[in-house]
């Protein structure tokens, strides 16, 4: 028989992930079942999961579909009251399950919750993929409790809470499945990054709630597949972004907003260059004409009903950098 929670790990040529947080994911999930989606991988991750995890239940898409479809294409073959979308490069804790559990149990409103997610090799530290919990700011950059931009705070306990947050990581994504297909799962148009905040805000755009608990807490690697300083990772966080905002921000502020974040993501696009090199410049490039080739579909995919103070900050950038 199912259980209740289903661990759902998407993995892409991550023989060493799996090989590495496997076990501690099974030590301390007796209360779920486990599930590997594999992407068309190229290595020999099937062949280990077989091997050496015979519990784990494997599901194998016919191709490469990124996060956004991976999850899309693997999620339609698990039945379960409630997802948990794991990256495979988490080290989770005794009792990390229960926790978000019982939070769901105690509040029918809450469509999606994230434990806190702290930096698996400065354990100290928040993780920049999630902290305690995501937020937005007017302008649509997101940012976490724990971490605004590149700038992550130690973990004092200043977020020892559960509250409501505007995104859940999709480092370690729970979510009932209900709601999950309610909005037909992420955008696989995404395929990686920030299909997860786009998700998170139209569930908020329908009245559900995203929330954070501290009470759990996992360990996250980060950059497993593609590492901060990739130029196909700026590619899709500027194309994403504005897609997103275009989705879901409220009417009266869509024309200007989206003409402004155009006009910064230039600034950024040079201030990219000097950093690291002339591949980040076009890579926004890139990303605003990915943004233009998508937009009538974009369009087609527009929120009914938009959360009109969706932001939880203003100005952050500017507040951050100068």
């Known amino acids: 028989m199912s259980k209740k929670v289903a661990i759902a790990i998407l993995n892409w040529n991550g023989i060493y ?11 301390y999930s007796f209360d779920a079942d486990i ?14 999961l077989k091997s050496n995890f015979p519990t784990v239940k494997i599901i194998i898409n016919d191709k490469n579909y990124g996060f956004a479809g991976g999850y899309n294409e693997g999620l339609k073959n698990i039945q379960a009251e409630y997802y948990c979308l794991l990256n495979s490069d988490v080290e989770v804790t005794d009792n990390w399950i229960q926790p978000i ?4 149990e105690k509040n029918k409103n809450i469509a999606a919750i994230q434990p806190k997610i702290l930096a698996y090799h400065n354990k100290i530290h928040f993780e920049f993929a999630g902290a305690a919990g995501g937020m937005i700011d007017n302008l649509g950059y997101p940012y976490c409790r724990g971490r605004v931009f590149d700038d992550v705070e130690e973990d004092k306990g200043q977020y020892n809470d559960e509250s409501e947050i505007f995104w859940a990581s999709g ?26 905040i786009d998700l998170c805000w139209r569930l908020r755009n329908t009245e559900r709630k995203i929330f954070y608990t501290h009470l759990s807490t996992v360990y996250h690697v980060g950059g ?15 194309r994403n972004n504005l897609s997103m905002m275009l989705k879901n921000l409220p009417f009266p502020s869509l024309v200007w907003l989206i003409f402004f974040r155009l006009c910064l993501d230039g600034v950024a696009g040079i201030f990219f260059w000097y950093k690291y090199d002339f591949s980040h410049l076009w890579a926004v490039i890139r990303g605003h004409f990915g943004f233009y080739a998508q937009l009538p579909g974009t369009w087609k995919l527009r929120q009914k009903k938009q959360d009109q103070k969706f932001y939880q900050s203003k100005w952050l950038i500017f507040k951050h950098f100068l």
Do not use: M
């Not at 559990?101 to 769901?104: D, G, K």
């Not at 497993?224 to 500027?238: R, V, Y």
């Open 35 to 48: 599930y590997v989606i594999d992407n068309a991988s190229t290595d020999a991750s099937v062949d280990l």
């Open 224 to 238: 497993g597949t593609l590492n901060k300083k990739s130029a196909q990772k700026t590619f899709l966080n500027i």
């Open 17 to 27: 992930w799996l090989e590495k947080f496997l076990p501690s994911i099974l030590k």
């Open 101 to 104: 559990i019982s939070l769901f």
């Open 171 to 196: 480092c370690c994504f729970f979510i009932r499945s209900k709601d999950f297909w309610d909005q037909n799962g992420f955008d696989a148009r995404f395929f990686a990054h920030q299909e997860e």
